[in-house]
Structures are given as C-alpha cells and as structure tokens.
C-alpha cells in the first residue's frame, strides 16, 4: 500500500487543526503509519508460511490458520489507519468549497469584497464540521480496538493453539511463529491507537470549551453595547434640553 498518497492528503489537514490535532497527526505518521510499513509489515508477512501443527492431514493447516486468525493483524490495522484518516478530509473538502465560494463572490462582487475573513477559520459550520470528524474518528478507534480484542479474545498472541476443526483428524497442536514479538507490536500498535482515542477527546473538550468562551464573550459585550446606547441617548437628550 502507497502509504504516502495517504500523508500527502493529509498534511492538508495539518493547517486547519488545533494543537491535539497537530500531535494526533505526528502520532499517527510516526508511531502508526511509520512503525506498520518498516516493521510490523515484516514481522506478520511470513505469518501462514510458518505457522506449523503437528499432522500432515492435508487442508488440517489451513483450516485451523483460518480459524485462529480470520483476519490478519496487518489488514486489520491497515483499514483502521485509513478509516480514522478519512474523516479529516471532511474538514479539507469543507475549506475547499468555503474558497470556492469566496472565489466565485469575489468574481461577482469584486476583488476588495470578502465573504469569509478566513476561509479555514472554524466557525459555522466548518466548526461543526471539524466536531463531527472528531467523533467519527474515535468511533472507528474504539470500534476496531473493540473488534481486535473481540476477534483474538486478547491482545496477547499466545505460543500454541488447538484445533479440532475438520478435516483435522484430532485435537490437533499449532504453534504460532514469533508470538512474542508480535504480542509486543500488538500492544504498541494498541497504545498509539489509545493515545490517538486520548487526543481526541481532549480536542473535543477543548473546541466546545472555546466556543462556549467565545460565546459568552460576544454575550457580554452586546449586553454592555446595549447598556452603553441608552446612557448616549440620555446624554444627548440632556445636552438637547440645556442648549
């Protein structure tokens, strides 16, 4: 997979996040994207080749390969990366038709003219945007962290499996290549996704708590503007009745 097609769209993303946005992005090039292509790859590429039972019942293998491991690790954590990435794309396509839009106004109205004062400012609904992409994204963390522990029963590969699935003509021992290495790249993989599910949470936190003091700010200057009117009203009416 052409990992890098993937980093290019993404690095879009970068200039509209928020702080956690940018640190859940070096998380996810670094300790996710990085750490699957140069290593993990490798370590669960000779996977079937050398998982070994002992019987030469032929299709015995096989079966019991499919049965222990109906989805390899690798696959899996590949439709993660690219199901938790594709939401941010949201916010890209928003900003991309928030210009649009300033292009075409412009056009009619003229170049002095503004529609937006900042196309990848978030707010509006490029705010509601960006939320929603935020949870979206911890959706599918939590939902594959789920579906991974859901289909091995554990994060920790254990050394030997038993199978009695047929055509197996008994209860039959399997023995998993390099179990130990992979149970540790299991649990780093299931780290960064915790990390990235963290991050998250805290940029949601932190976009509801700014707008909510944004809010509240606009609030209390119109009260003060609207405070503020009056008073200049009596005064000229004062000033009126003196002249």
Not at 89 to 103: G, Q, S
Not at 113 to 118: A, E, K
Not at 155 to 181: A, M
Request: charged share 20%; aromatic share 16%; with cysteine.
């Amino acid at each position: 997979m052409d990992w890098k097609f993937l980093q290019d769209l993404l690095s879009g993303v970068n200039k509209y996040s928020t702080a956690f946005g940018r640190i859940w992005l070096s998380v996810v090039f670094v300790f996710r994207v990085l750490v699957f292509v140069v290593a993990a790859e490798r370590v669960w590429s000779d996977d079937q080749a050398h998982f070994e039972c002992n019987t030469l019942q032929p299709g015995c293998k096989n079966i019991c390969y499919d049965y222990y491991f109906p989805v390899s690790h690798i696959r899996l954590w590949a439709l993660q990366l690219i199901f938790v990435t594709c939401p941010s794309f949201m916010v890209v396509l928003h900003v991309a038709y928030r210009e649009d839009r300033e292009r075409k106004y412009r056009a009619k109205h003229g170049e002095e003219t503004r529609l937006y004062d900042n196309p990848g400012q978030k707010h509006g609904g490029l705010w509601w945007t960006y939320l929603m992409s935020l949870f979206i994204k911890t959706s599918f963390e939590i939902t594959f962290l789920y579906l991974l522990h859901f289909i091995y029963d554990s994060f920790k590969l254990p050394r030997k499996v038993q199978c009695d699935v047929n055509p197996c003509p008994n209860l039959v021992d399997c023995y998993i290549s390099r179990p130990t290495e992979k149970t540790v790249f299991t649990y780093f993989m299931v780290g960064a996704s915790v990390i990235c599910v963290v991050l998250n949470i805290c940029e949601i936190f932190y976009l509801i708590a700014s707008r909510l003091v944004t809010l509240k700010v606009q609030g209390t200057l119109r009260t003060k503007s609207s405070r503020f009117r009056p008073d200049m009203d009596f005064d000229g009416c004062k000033s009126s009745l003196k002249s």
